[in-house]
């Protein structure tokens, strides 16, 4: 096992020294730069892959007091992507020593995928095709480290030991013999309570996940700009610009990204590279 190891930096050595005889090969070719392998050669970058263009979407039940991100669910439920609910819940603050009392609002959401919008949704992200070659298949749980636990549980030595009621509180007034409170504020306050305890006990439920759901596919709409200078071509580099188009955008893409069928950006300053085994490909794609 030693040797191999040591043996690896060799290997690796070796490896450049052989991809740079190809390059230098491929940098002798005369391969010729047109806009047909140079739109292939585009095409083939992750972007234009199926189920490359996402956006991520919480399903699930939780607070949301953000009424435009709500909007925007409520337009995914007239889409029939999602099942839309929600509720208002009202937390009675107490008043203290410097402050009033006041009414703080929370909303929250009851958000499901439909059959519908359960087919948009993407499992596996775009990887490079490249990174495959790399990709290491290991059973990492039969080693003894997976069936360690990652929160650690430290005993208390003295459990008993509590933080005492500060002198002057809201907590140590209420319950000292002199309180100024009235009966009627009590009774309010206890109702606050209440009102307050019905929203941690929501808080308590709420369960969420996050799912990546597809928003477009993406398209050549034209490839313009070309360079390919003889030096250039001897070296096996070349440049353009293209042209991309929004093509079959979702509900998802268009009411969470605003994504519209027929949208268009530039890619200025495209590099390509022209390999034996590959012919053009597109420079850190």
Not at 57 to 69: C, H, I, K, R, S
Not at 113 to 126: A, I
Request: glycine content about 6%; charged content about 25%; hydrophobic content about 35%.
């Amino acid at each position: 096992m030693r040797k191999i190891c040591g043996n690896w930096n060799g290997l690796c050595k070796a490896g450049l020294v052989v991809a740079a005889i190809c390059m230098c090969a491929s940098c002798g070719d005369n391969k010729t730069f047109s806009e047909g392998n140079a739109e292939d050669a585009i095409e083939e970058m992750n972007m234009f892959q199926d189920s490359a263009n996402v956006v991520q979407l919480q399903t699930g039940f939780y607070e949301l007091n953000d009424a435009e991100v709500r909007y925007k669910l409520r337009q995914l439920a007239a889409n029939e992507m999602i099942t839309y609910k929600a509720e208002q819940i009202n937390e009675v603050i107490p008043a203290g020593y410097w402050s009033p009392a006041k009414l703080v609002t929370h909303v929250f959401v009851t958000v499901g995928l439909t059959e519908k919008g359960q087919k948009y949704v993407v499992t596996e992200p775009v990887k490079d095709k490249d990174a495959k070659e790399l990709e290491n298949e290991v059973d990492k749980t039969k080693f003894p480290e997976a069936k360690v636990a990652e929160e650690e549980q430290v005993p208390v030595k003295n459990p008993n030991e509590t933080l005492p009621v500060e002198e002057g509180s809201a907590e140590s007034s209420s319950v000292s013999s002199g309180s100024s409170y009235s009966s009627s504020s009590s009774s309010s306050s206890s109702s606050s309570m209440k009102e307050q305890s019905l929203y941690k006990q929501t808080k308590q439920k709420e369960s969420t996940e996050t799912v990546q759901v597809l928003a477009c596919q993406v398209k050549v709409k034209k490839v313009k700009n070309l360079v390919c200078t003889e030096e250039m071509q001897k070296e096996g580099r070349a440049t353009c610009d293209a042209v991309i188009e929004v093509d079959d955008a979702t509900p998802f893409g268009r009411v969470l990204a605003g994504l519209y069928d027929g949208d268009k950006r530039s890619l200025d300053g495209i590099e390509l590279t022209y390999y034996v085994d590959k012919g053009w490909q597109v420079v850190n794609k």
